[in-house]
């Protein structure tokens, strides 16, 4: 299915709720409604803040989350409404968080359907608790519901042939690679530090059944940079990404691989984020009928991120080079500061990304 930007404003949508910042924990934790404030103030720095449209909240559907979710774990869900306590040494969950969870997978929802609409050229969620963690059957790591994987799953009963999850947090999504790890329809790409948590992420894992090499997993060691990201987003996401042309593309978008982040071992700056998306961008290619060609909408979703200045300003870069790429000016990023120079790349890292590209070799022509 293929829809077509309308260029009148809004620029993007944007979601965010005050219900988003009721799910906290009555002890210090690094998933805390502080870190909204930053990703607010992102949204504020932007010189064409007045482009956002902010969609009217909602909440998901029993029906909409069983499609990434198993009905015994919603109904577990359910019953933690109202109540504190903690589903294991890292998530927690206070009265609010369940109406949290529910509203922010609402809220991914409905941007997604405006994005199919084609009402907007992308948008951004600005959303607690995160979800990339959270499996079909249970919560983890600081996650309750996948927000991406119930977007996904979405798009593609609102009939999306083709939906692409590219996942930058520092932490590899294992529970979205669960949900989709057999299905060819949704494309679920990571970038990430490995080993770490949550321990998945290989190289070798590329899904199974008809869904195989539709999982792609670039796992990099601790202490990649910017020239080993972009190296990897060269050599490997973008010829996949314009290879299997997307009509949707899903950003989960955590910024805890920032050099300054507590929970994460990489040497990323807040710019390379921006650059990533570009690169990413300039990848998707356009569709339509010859008179009128587009690119894929873009959905932002906020994942991991613990440094608050380093999130606000990395959630800023990306949402700058967004409004970039979809204005008719274009991306301005240098391309001599955004390639990669593979001299400059450590030998680890160019091994690493070798080796993730000899296990999608099978599966996509372009490597």
């Not at 299915?1 to 988003?20: E, G, Q």
Request: proline share 6%; net charge negative; aromatic share 8%.
């Amino acid at each position: 299915m293929v829809h077509h930007y309308n260029a009148m404003k809004p620029r993007f949508f944007l979601v965010d709720d005050v219900v988003f910042d009721e799910h906290a924990c009555e002890a210090p934790h690094p998933e805390r409604p502080a870190r909204l404030d930053a990703v607010r103030r992102a949204v504020k720095a932007l010189a064409t803040e007045s482009a956002a449209e902010r969609l009217p909240p909602r909440d998901a559907k029993p029906e909409e989350l069983a499609r990434a979710h198993t009905e015994t774990y919603i109904e577990k869900i359910d019953q933690m409404a109202g109540r504190r306590g903690w589903i294991d040494g890292d998530t927690f969950y206070a009265p609010s968080s369940v109406a949290a969870a529910r509203r922010a997978a609402g809220g991914s929802l409905e941007l997604v359907e405006r994005l199919v609409r084609a009402e907007a050229a992308f948008g951004a969620a600005l959303v607690r608790p995160p979800g990339h963690h959270a499996t079909r059957d249970g919560a983890m790591g600081f996650c309750l519901l996948n927000n991406v994987a119930i977007a996904a799953c979405h798009a593609r009963a609102l009939g999306v042939d083709r939906v692409l999850i590219v996942d930058w947090d520092v932490h590899h999504g294992n529970g979205t690679e669960q949900i989709f790890y057999d299905d060819p329809s949704v494309l679920y790409c990571s970038i990430h530090q490995f080993p770490f948590y949550p321990g998945t992420g290989a190289a070798t894992d590329i899904g199974e059944g008809q869904g195989k090499g539709f999982t792609v997993n670039v796992p990099l060691s601790a202490g990649a940079d910017r020239g080993a990201y972009m190296l990897a987003v060269e050599r490997l996401l973008t010829p996949i990404v314009s290879e299997y042309a997307p009509n949707l593309l899903l950003i989960s978008a955590g910024f805890d691989a920032h050099a300054n982040d507590p929970l994460g071992g990489m040497r990323l700056d807040h710019e390379t984020f921006g650059m990533m998306f570009e690169a990413l961008y300039a990848a998707l290619p356009e569709t339509g009928s010859s008179e009128h060609q587009a690119k894929p909408a873009v959905a932002i979703v906020l994942e991991g991120g613990y440094d608050l200045a380093a999130l606000s300003a990395s959630l800023q870069s990306t949402l700058e080079a967004a409004l970039r790429c979809t204005s008719d000016a274009g991306p301005r990023t240098d391309p001599q500061k955004a390639a990669p120079d593979s001299r400059h790349v450590a030998p680890r890292f160019e091994a690493e990304i070798e080796r993730a590209q000899r296990c999608q070799r099978d599966y996509w022509k372009h490597l």
